[in-house]
């Protein structure tokens, strides 16, 4: 399954969140292992994808993590304030590169 997220690095691990209803929420629990590619924005070719597993997942109480999330991507809090969000935290075990990024793979991305 693959979906459009946002994510900010939060110590050594990277944080989503999701609506309560969402499918990938199910799968997340099933099956914590995940994976997430970021594309560069000017060569869709130059990409850098995150391996790793869900270490946590919880309620994001007050909505502070989707709040942090909209902050960072769009400069202001998350304008749903409607339905619940959950949140996942993510422990990165491989980072992979490729196109200007490739660097073969590295363990917990220190190269």
Known sequence: MSAATWYLLRDDQVLVNM???????????????????????DDWYTH????????????????ADIDALSRHYQGKEYPDRKRPRVSALI???????????????????RG
């Open 91 to 109: 422990a990165v075990d491989r980072v992979h590169g490729w196109g200007a990024q490739k660097n073969n793979d590295q363990p917990d991305g």
């Open 19 to 41: 609506d309560v209803g969402r499918k990938r929420l199910d799968h997340l629990r099933r099956d914590p292992r995940v994976s997430l590619t970021v594309i560069d924005g």
């Open 48 to 63: 850098v994808t995150v391996i790793g597993h869900v270490t946590e997942i919880y309620d994001d109480e007050g909505l």
